[in-house]
């Protein structure tokens, strides 16, 4: 993909254009992704305050026990959101969902063990670790080019 950028300095309004040969999903994405430019705030609730969680330093999400866990690098919070609020929310190509219960963050992804048969370890910068189901292998070996 090639990106330009003019600066005109009569220019009133930021406009952007994208021309392609014709309509994919690199381009619905990328037209998604600029018309939900605003940044969206994630809160979590810990200890009965409302805290808002930076989404770069968002490590991974998980349902657990009827409830929606956000853990960052600061610390675990509970959200009110579901799964599928987050999957609509979040960069897709950052975050990606791994098993029906967990979305995790490719950028805080230290390593992922191929040696389990059927399913992916990941390693995250912070030592812990996590599974993609079978379900989700192949969306992730197609992600990340395997």
């Known amino acids: 993909m090639k990106v330009e950028i003019k600066i005109d300095g009569q220019c009133e309004e930021t406009t952007v254009i994208v021309i392609a ?46 409830k929606v866990y956000i853990v960052a690098d600061d610390g675990e919070y509970v959200s009110r959101l579901r799964l599928y609020e987050f999957e609509e929310r979040l960069p897709h190509n950052t975050f990606v969902r791994v098993s029906n219960s ?15 048969s059927g399913s992916i370890c990941v390693r995250f910068i912070n ?20």
């Open 102 to 116: 967990e979305i995790i963050n490719l950028q805080k992804v230290k390593d992922f063990d191929l040696s389990f």
């Open 21 to 66: 040969k014709e309509l994919s999903e690199e381009v619905n994405e990328l037209a998604k992704m600029l018309s939900n430019s605003r940044l969206q705030l994630i809160v979590g609730f810990k200890d009965n305050n409302a805290v808002v969680v930076e989404v770069e330093k968002i490590i991974r999400i998980y349902a657990a026990n009827q």
């Open 127 to 146: 030592g812990k670790t996590t599974y993609v189901s079978r379900r989700y292998v192949a969306k992730i070996k197609t992600m990340l080019g395997m």
